[in-house]
């Protein structure tokens, strides 16, 4: 069946540094995509989120970018700090609001001191 | 303003015996999701409540089950355990009349199947 992937499973960013994420989404349908944060014996934390009908949204130090084209889905930590070690997911599903998600397998974020 | 809350945070189990998770949604919320979460993986939708009936189910089998009641609280069964059915149990609350707000995840009930 169609899911959500990502293209690595970890990454080490030096402290201050940007941090990129990536996914990768095989359902065209998907209609509505949302970042998460899990960090060790938590539940996943809501980051950001963006529709399909854009292309891009910002938050506080972060970025979504959404590419329809080639279905590929990034997230931008600027400035990135030692509390955003944590597991990223990216999640997708295909009616926007309180529909089921599907989730990929995450990315690993350490960040070098 | 308390949000999702599960309990129990552990549990351990042997095969073919049967669990029973609860989750009480954020304040000002009426749907409940759950979601199994394995090690190393993302989580995997397994159903949906809304005024305490089942409105969607992904593909896991009958022996997981759930309960939304009055309040909007809500508990997944899973019967005849499996070792496989050791995870990360999430419980997702949200309002399907305020679709532009997203999921809130719980911290989740670890369940360790022997």
């Known amino acids: 069946g169609e899911s959500v992937g990502l293209h690595l499973p970890t990454l080490s960013v030096q402290e201050g540094d940007n941090s990129i994420i990536n996914c990768a989404y095989s359902n065209s349908a998907s209609d509505y995509f949302i970042w998460y944060k899990q960090e060790s014996g938590k539940g996943p934390q809501f980051i950001i989120d963006?529709?399909?009908?854009?292309d891009k949204r910002q938050g506080q130090r972060v970025t979504v970018l959404l590419n329809k084209t080639v279905k590929h889905l990034s997230l931008q930590i600027a400035a990135t700090q030692p509390g955003d070690s944590a597991v990223y997911f990216c999640?997708?599903?295909?009616?926007?609001?309180?529909?089921?998600?599907?989730f990929g397998t995450g990315t690993r974020l350490t960040i070098i001191p | 303003d308390a949000g999702v809350t599960q309990s129990p945070t552990h549990l351990i189990k042997t095969r073919g015996q049967q669990v029973t998770l609860r989750c009480s949604p954020k304040s000002g919320h009426d749907t409940v999701s759950w979601y199994q979460q394995a090690l190393g993986q993302g989580p995997q939708f397994i159903f949906q409540?809304?005024?305490?009936?089942?409105?969607q189910r992904g593909n896991f089998p009958d022996r997981f089950s759930g309960h939304q009641f009055p309040n909007y609280s809500s508990e997944l069964n899973v019967n005849a355990l499996l070792l496989g059915d050791s995870a990360l149990y999430l419980c997702a609350s949200s309002s399907l009349s305020r679709p532009q707000e997203t999921q809130y995840f719980g911290p989740g009930t670890r369940l360790l199947v022997l």
């Open positions: 409540y809304y005024e305490e009936e089942e409105r």
């Open positions: 999640a997708e599903n295909i009616d926007f609001g309180n529909e089921k998600l599907t």
């Open positions: 963006i529709r399909s009908n854009m």
